[in-house]
């Protein structure tokens, strides 16, 4: 998962807010230097009749590209996760091995997020993301090959998972051209997050039917299909638009400008917090997913209870977001960030009393809804990042995103290993909400008029003139 419009220095506890729901101005602004003549991608007839909130997106051409190939590429890759999880064991008998599928899924976020980040600003983005489609597919296609080794199968799947980064940064950078940069680009990102959180429930699901009728093999056949279609709707349901950095006369090397890039994002004070706020909730909210399977145990739930548990924290997030993106304002949806995280990982707290089952999918499902003040800060991101690192510094937030949530769920399974597991989830709570509470402070700091350009946007205004 952006921006921040100043706010009155007088009031500190209302975070910055876009000054009035005002529809995005559309993509063939200057700003965008769009080629020239290409398809209508505003549909919305004017005047009052004209689609508000989420139908408001959808009317957008370009976007429901997008959403679809979003869509099949994500089903497909939950599909293809479980099934080569299956194909390692039956190939090794480890479960270990059988394991290690699932890690290697996050752990090359970070390597693929930093040292390829420059590819999202460096080439015209519609091409990149064809791109990381056909190389994914790709890779997926030589999973299949029977002569591929339990190591040659390991390999592939970090190699596509170093890919995913860029994909994703480089499409929520090219989502500010198709939808604008306010309320409209906010609720597309919105219903993107809220499909890939539906996904994990429907691809899981359909992953394990595909599975009692199709090999293993069947089954992972079904993502080079999906990513397939994705390039296909990416190629022809998008427009062709320039790179967003100019390099210049040659430019600098790939890794140069992606390391570089890294360096200007983390550097300036603004971007850091905000980025801060992405990432640090979400390393200590994934403690009871990750103990799931122990606390059900611990609390002697039936084997039906794993999955529930499982569900809840998604569930509660769909609801949350779905509510906040449709009932309020833009600018009610940037006074709730703050609060919102600051008590996001209270619900957490109720692992004290090691609850049961009811009680543990209440908090879970709150726990869950917390995450919905994400929406406000995917508007204050997208203000505070320059455009010409916008595709640098989405892609490092998805990186990294993957990589702290990964660490959260190995931090809290070592934990586990000294300490009772409900205990480990009521720590992840206390511990999370104190740091988000620091986080919070530093955030309004960092706001716009409540510091100097100098102190907040040094990097970026480096970056700016160096060109």
Do not use: K
Not at 287 to 298: C, F, G, Q, S
Not at 356 to 370: I, T, V
Not at 433 to 454: H, I, K, N, Q, Y
């Amino acid at each position: 998962m952006e921006t921040d419009s100043p706010a009155p220095a007088d009031i500190p506890r209302t975070p910055p807010a876009p000054a009035a729901p005002v529809p995005a101005p559309p993509p063939e602004r200057a700003a965008h230097r769009d080629p020239g003549p290409g398809p209508t991608l505003r549909e919305s007839a004017p005047g009052p009749a004209a689609p508000r909130g989420y139908r408001a997106v959808f009317a957008v051409t370009e976007f429901r590209a997008v959403f679809a190939a979003h869509l099949l590429s994500l089903l497909g890759v939950v599909v293809s996760e479980l099934a080569l999880t299956v194909l390692v064991y039956d190939l090794t008998g480890s479960p270990l091995l059988s394991a290690l599928t699932f890690a290697l899924g996050l752990l090359p976020y970070l390597i693929g997020g930093t040292l390829f980040a420059g590819v999202a600003d460096r080439y015209p983005a519609r091409r990149v993301l064809v791109v990381c489609d056909l190389l994914c597919a790709a890779c997926v296609a030589v999973m299949l090959v029977p002569a591929t080794p339990v190591a040659g199968l390991l390999a592939l799947r970090c190699l596509v998972a170093a890919v995913a980064p860029v994909f994703t940064g480089t499409r929520m950078a090219a989502l500010t051209d198709i939808l604008g940069e306010g309320d409209l680009y906010v609720l597309g990102r919105s219903l993107l997050r809220i499909v890939s959180q539906s996904a994990m429930l429907i691809g899981f699901g359909a992953g394990g039917v595909l599975l009692t009728v199709l090999s293993p093999r069947g089954a992972i056949t079904v993502t080079v299909v999906t990513f397939l279609c994705s390039a296909a709707l990416l190629r022809f349901g998008t427009r062709d638009r320039p790179a967003r950095a100019v390099t210049g006369d040659g430019g600098g090397t790939l890794l140069r400008e992606s390391l570089s890039g890294a360096r200007l994002v983390l550097g300036d004070r603004r971007i850091r917090a905000l980025m801060l706020l992405f990432w640090l909730p979400a390393m200590f909210v994934v403690a009871p997913e990750a103990l799931a399977a122990p606390y059900a145990d611990a609390i002697g739930a039936p084997p039906a209870a794993l999955g529930l548990l499982l569900c809840a924290m998604a569930v509660g997030h769909i609801g949350a977001e779905l509510f906040v993106g449709s009932a309020l304002s833009p600018r009610n949806r940037s006074r709730i960030v703050l609060p919102v995280a600051a008590a996001g990982l209270l619900p957490l707290l109720v692992y004290m009393v090691r609850p049961g089952l009811p009680l543990a999918l209440a908090a879970l499902a709150l726990a869950g809804a917390g995450a919905a003040y994400v929406i406000g800060l995917d508007q204050w991101f997208v203000d505070a990042v320059p455009q010409e690192l916008r595709g640098r510094a989405m892609t490092l937030l998805t990186a990294g995103l993957m990589t702290v949530q990964g660490l959260g769920m190995a931090l809290a399974g070592l934990a586990a290993e000294f300490f009772p597991v409900h205990q480990v989830v009521a720590g992840s709570g206390i511990i999370g909400t104190v740091l988000t509470l620091l986080l919070v402070a530093e955030v309004r700091r960092t706001a716009p008029g409540r510091m100097s350009d100098t102190e907040g946007r040094d990097g970026a205004d480096r970056h700016v003139t160096s060109r």
